[in-house]
């Protein structure tokens, strides 16, 4: 079997560089990266990454070839690519995370931003050469007839590049995030808004999340490209070219995310937790401080539950572990000093001796959010915009009888609402009635429920996603 190239901004491994030069190297953080490490570990397939460090960069100057599999590192088959920190910046922070990120998840403060100027071009440019560099690195990787899998919002343009070095190839590209309806999608300058497009319709399949955000994308290309598409099909035609798009809704692998909840050191934060709250029911929500998430938002509907409910009080305990996220933004150091000062007030106004209503880390802890997963009773996710938030999904999996509060515009929202509590995210009242229905929420339907998300949530784990994805590539 050919080899698959599965291209991504951040890999399976990264690593850390200490005072005398040693480097330690751990598994990749995100989402997308636990979703796809256990693909990867299959044979045939190449991970092709950025460096996005100081101790990366300096594995991949060890590494022949960038290639990290044959420098000494057990990490299966990568290639690192060492692109210009300055490129990667300007790429990475001021296009991937400060414009697409802000677009498909509706983030911007209109009045004030954004604003396309003469520094936005510039950083533009090293948008495109980073994704040029992608394009190139899987063009020289590739054998003939290979298939390319380009993930995400950072290699938007790659496809149609590696398209123009590389035809004989089959290349798919899928988006984790939302996508923008077209009239939010048309902030951008038009000319970088048809190269986002045509970047993704180089592919010949472009997958979404859910079938919403592959509607979004096929209206902002018929919209703004003036591309033929059939919906009933679903497919593309611009230029010549037809692209398939595909829907597919990435679940959780239940065992394997079971094997490592029942590890020790899961354990042994469930005893101190259980140590700290007692046997309080508890309220659990696992984010990172990412605008979209609506961390303070949820944290007010907590603070008003606890107003209108005073008979829980010293009955509950809201777990809340936001961890950190792109602090290198000013508008994310600024939310995570909002969460703070949220959780603050929560503790003033309701905290006593033997009592303690809110617990707040902002330490990434991976083991202690699988504790607290299965201690959960009621799980909250309430993000404002979200491509799927797989804590929606875990959660249920690792405490059978957890009751899920969950906001409609999250992606999970379209396999999970029928057995949630659902939600508006703006609606902070309306939250906090959520959060005493699902802790008042009866035991017989509370099970049948978490039953119900389970199915939902395994529905299609990573290995079963990843290989439709590539049987619709062959097709």
């Given at each position: 079997m050919n080899t698959v190239l599965l291209a991504s901004n951040r890999g399976p491994v990264s690593f850390t560089l200490a005072d005398d030069g040693s480097l330690t190297m751990r598994r990749g953080g995100g989402g997308m990266v636990s979703g796809l490490s256990e693909v990867a570990k299959d044979g045939n397939v190449l991970w092709v990454c950025a460096a996005l460090s100081d101790g990366d960069r300096s594995a991949v100057r060890l590494a022949p070839g960038g290639r990290l599999d044959q420098a000494g590192y057990d990490t299966g088959p990568v290639r690192m690519l060492d692109i210009p920190p300055a490129t990667f910046h300007r790429a990475y922070n001021a296009v991937a995370n400060s414009t697409l990120w802000f677009v498909n998840h509706l983030l911007y403060d209109t009045p004030n931003s954004p604003q396309f100027d003469m520094r936005f071009r510039r950083e533009w440019e090293s948008y495109q050469d980073y994704n040029a560099a992608f394009a190139l690195a899987l063009a020289e990787e590739a054998a003939h007839g290979a298939r390319a899998m380009i993930q995400d919002y950072h290699l938007t343009l790659a496809p149609a590049m590696l398209r123009v070095e590389r035809p004989d190839l089959r290349i798919a590209h899928f988006s984790h995030t939302p996508w923008a309806p077209p009239e939010y999608f048309s902030l951008l300058p038009d000319d970088i808004a048809a190269?986002?497009?045509?970047?993704?319709?180089?592919?010949?399949?472009?997958?979404?999340?859910t079938a919403r955000w592959a509607a979004a994308f096929m209206d902002c290309c018929e919209t703004l490209l003036g591309?033929?598409?059939?919906?009933?099909?679903?497919?593309?035609?611009?230029?010549g070219r037809t692209t398939r798009i595909g829907v597919y809704p990435l679940g959780v692998d239940g065992d394997a995310l079971w094997a490592r909840a029942l590890e020790p050191d899961v354990e042994s934060h469930m005893v101190a937790l259980r140590e700290r709250v007692g046997d309080r029911k508890l309220i659990v929500r696992i984010d990172r401080t990412e605008l979209s998430k609506n961390i303070v938002r949820g944290l007010s509907a907590y603070r008003q539950?606890?107003?209108?409910?005073?008979e829980w009080h010293?009955?509950?305990?809201?777990?809340?572990?936001?961890?950190?996220?792109?602090?290198?933004?000013?508008?994310?150091?600024?939310?995570?000093?909002?969460?703070?000062?949220?959780?603050?007030?929560?503790?003033?106004?309701?905290?006593?001796?033997?009592?303690?209503?809110?617990?707040?880390?902002?330490?990434?802890?991976y083991a202690r959010s699988l504790a607290a997963y299965r201690m959960a009773d009621v799980l909250l996710v309430n993000p404002i915009r979200d491509g799927m938030n797989l804590v929606a999904k875990e959660g249920p999996i690792l405490a059978p009888h957890c009751a899920?509060?969950?906001?409609?515009?999250?992606?999970?929202?379209?396999?999970?609402?029928?057995?949630?509590?659902?939600?508006?995210?703006?609606?902070?009242?309306?939250?906090?009635?959520?959060?005493?229905?699902?802790?008042?929420?009866?035991?017989?339907?509370?099970?049948?429920?978490?039953?119900?998300?389970?199915?939902?949530?395994?529905?299609?784990?990573?290995?079963?996603?990843?290989?439709?994805?590539?049987?619709a590539l062959e097709r």
């Open positions: 190269e986002l497009l045509t970047g993704i319709l180089g592919a010949d399949q472009a997958g979404f999340l591309a033929q598409v059939d919906r009933l099909q679903g497919t593309i035609t611009y230029e539950f606890l107003t209108d409910h005073p010293r009955k509950v305990v809201h777990l809340a572990f936001a961890y950190p996220s792109r602090h290198d933004l000013p508008e994310y150091r600024e939310y995570t000093a909002a969460v703070q000062r949220c959780a603050k007030q929560i503790e003033d106004e309701f905290a006593g001796e033997d009592w303690d209503p809110l617990i707040l880390n902002v330490d990434d802890d899920l509060v969950l906001s409609r515009e999250a992606g999970a929202a379209a396999e999970l609402g029928a057995d949630a509590l659902m939600v508006n995210p703006y609606d902070v009242s309306g939250t906090a009635n959520a959060l005493y229905d699902a802790l008042t929420l009866p035991e017989e339907d509370r099970a049948k429920r978490g039953a119900r998300l389970r199915a939902a949530a395994t529905a299609l784990p990573p290995r079963q996603w990843f290989a439709d994805q590539l049987a």
